[in-house]
């Protein structure tokens, strides 16, 4: 079993650049999540989903959007990346009650 | 909202006991968590409170008081290998039935020193 896995592990974007982060779990979660970490910040939610098909808001949503067509996928987009969004992202997956197996992370720098 | 605190940075010494405090204030409460994360890698879970009273799971121990609004990791006969971050999460009340997602804390960063 791989967990959930993230690619790319790094990236360097121009400002404007757009990208797609792409996480993958093979645990046959419901529920997968994007978070953001910066230093100072802690880990903020961006976006999350409950199930195949569906998405929601979380805490700093602005600038990203997702897709859940898979129940094992969950991509992240960047449509015009700023250098506010410079950071470290990491994808989650959990079954429930809040134990969430996290992937590796992806450092971007948007410059 | 949600607010949850806790101290920055703590430093103790190889073999002692340290504990990690962390405070929140929510408008429903199902549960506080406690991550790990080393330097450079993914946080991983590890214990959970959801009624009030201690948790003990090995040399790691978590306790909850939730008229309180208030939690800490205990860690024991500390090795050098638990210098890390230890990040508390709160779940809110869940909504809909759905898994209503974790709010982290940001981090307590422990150096564990010989």
Redesign the interface.
Known sequence: NAGVTQTPKFRVLKTGQSMTLLCAQDMNH??M?W?RQDP??????IH?S?GEGTTAK??VPDGYNVSRLKKQNFLLGLESAAPSQTSVY?CAS?Y??????????TQLSVL | GQNIDQPTEMTATEGAIVQINCTYQTSGFN?L?W?QQHAG?????LS?NVLDGLEEKGRFSSFLSRSKGYSYLLLKELQMKDSASY?C?V?DRVVNS??T???????TRLSVIA
Request: no cysteine; proline share 4%.
């Open positions: 419901e529920y999540y978070y100072g910040m802690g880990l903020r939610l999350y409950v979380g805490e990491f959990s429930s009650v809040g134990v969430l197996f996290f992937g590796s992370g | 549960g968590f991550y890698e993914a946080p991983t879970f959970y990040l999460a779940r759905g898994n997602p974790l709010v982290f804390g940001k981090g």
